[in-house]
């Protein structure tokens, strides 16, 4: 058995399409061609670059180097891991059908194979810093084999999707592909913030950090004392001393495992309770797939929060906090050059 990262788009763009149809597809575009009739490496490469001609030869090598082995070497039994691009959380499938290509189908779904999703919304926190750094490789398909990642994450199924090995455990090196990949530094970086701030603002504290990222926006904020708040863990507004609007009842949660969609129809009746307009409901482990398909329908009352946007909330609203939370968070901006040309 192998263990395969496979994208679903550079945005996720394709992330509802793959759990929806238990497939996953090669979702380059233009692809119009049989891969088994490209068995040959080099006859693909020959073939994409008459397909690409527009294209550096560099990246022309790297998308090779992950269409061949998604119609050759992905077998059944094999794992699919599917890092979301929508939430903090990881979906993992089991292969159960070979690559088919379907030349009647819409670009770019004419290449697939079948699966049977196992265990979604599994939280990113749940998995080891080692992991996460194979699974933010810059690939939209990739071998992952370092660290011992087949063992250690079929133990982790096995035990709820908690990590049951050592963590500071030592590994034999591998290899995450037949080729070199690139490691996503910023989603990297974004795991080491997300672990770190999920160990030291656990429960209460986490509240106390929410509330001086929303003071920090210009909002007024009430936090209710630690213990029963009846739902209404912060409460922020707008205008003068807050006597104004947007009016925003807060709930925080830190649990390890996304959040069902009880707890989102339990915040709108806790809004129309306290007169509150508008409701924001942080998870730092995300949301189940019930929750998410409400985005649209909440959209003009209710935003969700899991660690990624309150990450990006910490980056931006940084300088505005106060010197202790500085402490307790201690972050340095680092710039870097972008030249990302694996991913489609």
């Not at 509330?211 to 009430?222: D, I, M, P, Q």
Request: net charge neutral.
């Amino acid at each position: 058995m192998s263990i395969w990262l496979v994208r679903a788009g550079s945005k996720g763009q394709y992330e509802d399409k793959f759990l929806n149809d238990k497939k996953i597809y090669l979702t380059w575009g233009e692809l119009d061609i049989d891969l088994t009739k490209y068995k040959n490496r080099e006859k693909l490469l020959s073939k994409l670059n008459e397909i690409y001609s527009s294209e550096k030869p560099n990246t022309i090598k790297n998308w090779a180097s992950q269409i061949y082995p998604f119609a050759n070497k992905i077998q059944e039994e094999d794992w699919i891991v599917l890092p979301s691009k929508r939430s903090s959380t990881i979906h993992f499938a089991k292969v159960i059908g070979s690559y088919t290509y379907d030349e009647k189908a819409v670009s770019p779904y004419k290449h697939y194979i079948e699966v049977k999703w196992f265990a979604t919304d599994i939280p990113r926190s749940n998995f080891d810093q080692d992991i996460l750094y194979s699974f933010g490789a810059f690939m939209t398909v990739c071998q992952i084999t370092r660290n011992d990642a087949e063992k250690r994450l079929k133990a982790m199924e096995k035990n709820n999707w908690k990590v049951s090995t050592a963590a500071d455990a030592v590994f034999p090196d591998g290899t995450d592909s037949d080729f070199e990949t690139t490691t996503d530094i910023e989603l990297a970086a974004r795991d080491a913030i997300s672990k770190y701030i999920l160990h030291k603002f656990k429960g209460y504290r986490m509240e106390e950090l929410i509330c001086e990222l929303l003071a920090a926006k210009g909002f007024t904020v009430y936090h209710s004392k630690q213990g029963a708040d009846g739902g209404k863990d912060l409460l922020a507004s707008g205008g003068t001393m807050g006597f104004g609007s947007p009016k925003i009842c807060v709930q925080v949660k830190t649990q390890d495992a996304p959040i069902e969609r009880s707890i989102l129809d339990q915040l709108g009746g806790v809004m129309n309770k306290v007169g509150a307009e508008y409701g924001l409901l942080v998870s730092w482990s995300g949301f189940k797939s019930s929750v998410e398909k409400e985005r649209g329908n909440q959209f003009f009352r209710i935003r969700l929060w899991d660690s990624n946007d309150v990450i990006n909330e910490l980056f931006a609203n940084y300088e505005k906090l106060s010197p202790d939370m500085q402490a307790d968070i201690p972050l340095k901006r680092i710039w870097m050059l972008n030249d990302d040309e694996s991913i489609n």
